[in-house]
T-cell receptor
Framework: DSGVTQTPKHLITATGQRVTLRCSPR?????VYWYQQSLDQGLQFLIQ???????AKGNILERFSAQQFPDLHSELNLSSLELGDSALYFC?????????????FGPGTRLTVT | AQTVTQSQPEMSVQEAETVTLSCTYD???????LFWYKQPPSRQMILVIR??????QNATENRFSVNFQKAAKSFSLKISDSQLGDAAMYFC????????????FGKGITLSVRP
């Protein structure tokens, strides 16, 4: 158990809908990362937050957004869902931005868009 | 931009034997981190081993060791005394040392272990 929690574990929804994925980082970790794992794109970085502020963006679609709240949990919002958004979404956390730190991954949320 | 390449999509090894998984990467940075992650059927991402680029000594973790060739930008994982539980997908990953330090992953390699 990495200490990172993600809810829900599975999510099935229809095209055009909107969903919210939730992540609670390890206790004490200030940085949260979101990654998407799909058959087409592999594992790719979406976005990073540190202590409530967005710090880096990757290949995140405009239909997707995220935020990190004062209690440091993070949510990833996916809207106008398409079939191609079906993927495993991972959250990872780390205690700091720079230096010799690890990113600890949560169990992931499997999103299926039908 | 940094890239990570794992050219072998699948490999197989006999239980108790040794297997080496290959990875190459491209970066213009001189200092960075390299990782191998294991993803078993449960889909959990598990860190296997890490290497700091400034360290010449290859990292080892029990049965897992790496061959880090900085000039060649090569980072292979050797699994000794392979066990059935080693069967999984393995991802090579790169990370800068800077503040916005996302992980860049290769496409992964599926390792099967024959009993």
């Amino acid at each position: 158990d990495s200490g990172v929690t993600q809810t829900p574990k599975h999510l099935i929804t229809a095209t055009g809908q909107r969903v919210t994925l939730r992540c609670s980082p390890r206790s004490g970790d200030l940085s949260v990362y979101w990654y998407q794992q799909s058959l087409d794109q592999g594992l790719q970085f979406l976005i990073q937050y540190y202590n409530g502020e967005e710090r880096a963006k990757g290949n995140i679609l405009e239909r997707f957004s995220a935020q990190q709240f004062p209690d440091l949990h993070s949510e990833l919002n996916l809207s106008s869902l398409e079939l191609g958004d079906s993927a495993l979404y991972f959250c990872a956390s780390s205690e700091s931005l720079a230096g010799s730190y690890e990113q600890y991954f949560g169990p992931g949320t499997r999103l299926t868009v039908t | 931009a940094q890239t990570v390449t794992q050219s072998q999509p699948e490999m197989s090894v006999q239980e108790a034997e040794t297997v080496t998984l290959s990875c190459t990467y491209d970066t213009s940075e001189s200092d960075y981190y390299l990782f191998w992650y294991k993803q078993p059927p449960s889909r959990q991402m598990i860190l296997v081993i890490r290497q700091e680029a400034y360290k010449q000594q290859n990292a080892t973790e029990n049965r897992f060791s790496v061959n880090f060739q900085k000039a060649a930008k090569s980072f292979s994982l050797k699994i000794s005394d392979s066990q059935l539980g080693d069967a999984a997908m393995y991802f090579c990953a790169y990370r800068d040392t800077g503040a916005n330090s996302k992980l860049t992953f290769g496409k992964g390699i599926t390792l099967s272990v024959r009993p």
